[in-house]
């Protein structure tokens, strides 16, 4: 038994005669009639029964009809499935920061989509915490993150892109708007806001405070980037967030901490990922495009 009879079969039946279903399916009529008798010497029974009167199915018949049109939507589905499946394959995966993450791939979409216009990636949004524990689990094949404070990459593969700023973030009316660079003591008393499953930049903001005895008064924290943005353009609290992330906005001021000048952005993948050829052209094309 074969797929391709279980077809002929059923659709000589749904036609009403093996003449349709041969035009219909653009094979000859002996193909069809060959398969049908071919199932039924198999099976030791008849399928149809020849009267005279048309495609008529015998009780075992309509048995065998049941179960093979079960069969052959199964297979469709299957067949659907694992094209799809396959087409995600040629997809590029990729997780992103909002600020550094989304801006750094910016940089290089406008040279890659001339160098390289069948490249098909995929992005997806997402702080990084929930970018590491995806990647981990296989549903991204790449991110693009800033340096993380105590991460083990053991389990994953990184190279650096590129450094970037941290800056504290303040209106341009504030007070300290007016200095080329700031210290820690300067900011201490501060109120602050930030984003949700900022886990990372947590970790170095209290590292830098701990030098001093204190810990940062982050009074919000916010879904969006620029709900935070709202609050210190409107001078009620100052942050501290990559450059890429508030450069584009008027009327705030980024000022560098002497304590914390510069991080790496990181292109981190999982080596399962690196299998995939389009994964290994995307890390080789953006390496060679922050290298140059």
């Not at 077809?7 to 039946?13: E, K």
């Not at 219909?24 to 199932?39: G, H, K, M, N, Y």
């Not at 969006?224 to 353009?233: D, E």
Request: charged share 25%.
């Amino acid at each position: 038994m074969t797929l391709l009879q279980l077809n002929y079969f059923c659709r000589a039946y749904e036609a009403g005669s093996v003449t349709k279903a041969a035009q219909e399916l653009f094979v000859t009529q002996p193909t069809i009639s060959s398969a049908i008798r071919e199932l039924e010497k198999e099976y030791g029974c008849n399928l149809l029964d020849r009267n005279g009167k048309g495609m008529v199915l015998t009780e075992m018949g309509r048995i065998f009809y049941q179960q093979a049109s079960l069969l052959l939507n199964y297979a469709e589905d299957f067949s659907k499935q694992m094209h799809e499946a396959a087409d995600q394959t040629r997809y590029v995966k990729l997780g992103l920061t909002r600020s550094v993450g989304s801006n750094v791939y910016a940089e290089f979409f406008a040279h890659c989509v001339f160098q390289y216009p069948d490249m098909n990636v995929v992005t997806k949004p997402g702080a990084s915490v929930v970018l590491f524990e995806e990647l981990r689990r296989q549903h991204l094949d790449l991110i693009i993150v800033p340096r993380q404070e105590d991460e083990d990459f053991s389990d994953l593969e990184a190279i650096e892109l590129k450094k970037t700023n941290m800056l504290v973030c303040m209106s341009k009316h504030h007070p300290l708007a007016d200095k080329k660079s700031l210290t820690v003591p300067m900011i201490l008393n501060e109120k602050m806001v930030s984003t949700i499953n900022d886990d990372n930049k947590t970790k170095v903001l209290n590292r830098l405070y701990a030098e001093y005895g204190a810990v940062p008064n982050i009074i919000e924290r916010y879904d969006q980037l620029n709900l935070a943005v709202n609050m210190i353009l409107n001078n009620v609290a100052i942050g501290f967030f990559p450059e890429e992330g508030v450069m584009r906005y008027n009327g705030i001021v980024g000022i560098p901490l002497e304590e914390e000048a510069e991080i790496e952005v990181l292109l981190v993948w999982n080596k399962a990922a690196k299998k995939k050829p389009e994964v290994r052209k995307f890390i080789k094309s953006i390496r060679e495009f922050y290298a140059g």
